[in-house]
């Protein structure tokens, strides 16, 4: 079981770039979650996928960032443009039916 | 308004001794939580949880308590060993059914000493 790959594992830009974040599930899960974590706010659930369909988004920030999951193996979340306050580590995270999340060990996100 | 609270930053044990980690939940709706823990550098990872229809869930070391009218939960880990030195994260299911969405605290660093 390789668990939840994510990359980057580091992320550097300057404000304004865009950026993209990605995912592979473990494979056979079902529920891909982005969550994201901050000083200020802690672990924050943004987004959250069920067989390739986002069902809730309402915890996306702003329109500058989005999210899809072409298909069962993978997904990205993307900010564009980049803006300091987005500096975080980002986890995605996944499960099957309603098992306990697997996450993965997070990109942590720089925006200068 | 943070309606998970773990309120104590930090918690520091001997080695073989008990480690207490305590959670505080605002809204009553709740009804399943989680404990994960949290290496630097890592992903959170799930450690144990917890039904409301249930007070106590035990797991190995580790066991879970639940006070539905105080609304608080503790994790009771015996006994502790220097491997548990980590961030201990309370969580709630958001009363949606979901247990992927969740409502985390701000979590406890347990330092285990030798």
């Known amino acids: 079981d390789a668990g939840v790959i994510q990359s980057p594992r580091h992320e550097v830009t300057e404000m304004g770039q865009e950026v993209t974040l990605r995912c592979k599930p473990i494979s056979g899960h079902n529920s891909l979650f982005w969550y994201r974590q901050t000083m200020m706010r802690g672990l924050e659930l943004l987004i959250y996928f069920n067989n390739n369909v986002p069902i809730d988004d309402s915890g996306m920030p702003e329109d500058r960032f989005s999210a899809k999951m072409p298909n069962a193996s993978f997904s990205t979340l993307k900010i564009q443009p980049s803006e300091p306050r987005d500096s975080a580590v980002y986890f995605c995270?996944?499960?099957?039916?309603?098992?306990?999340?697997?996450f993965g060990n997070g990109t942590r996100l720089t925006v200068t | 308004d943070q309606q998970v609270k773990q309120n104590s930053p930090s918690l520091s044990v001997q080695e073989g001794r008990i480690s207490i980690l305590n959670c505080d939940y605002t809204n009553s709706m709740f009804d399943y939580f989680l404990w994960y823990k949290k290496y630097p550098a890592e992903g959170p990872t799930f450690l144990i949880s917890?039904?409301?229809?249930?007070d106590k869930n035990e797991d190995g070391r580790f066991t879970v308590f639940l006070n539905k009218s105080a609304k608080h939960l503790s994790l009771h880990i015996v006994p502790s060993q220097p491997g548990d030195s980590a961030v201990y994260f309370c969580a709630a299911v958001d009363g949606s059914g979901n247990t992927g969405k969740l409502i985390f605290g701000q979590g406890t660093t347990l330092q285990v000493k030798p």
């Open positions: 995270a996944s499960s099957r039916d309603s098992s306990p999340l697997h």
């Open positions: 917890i039904s409301s229809i249930k």
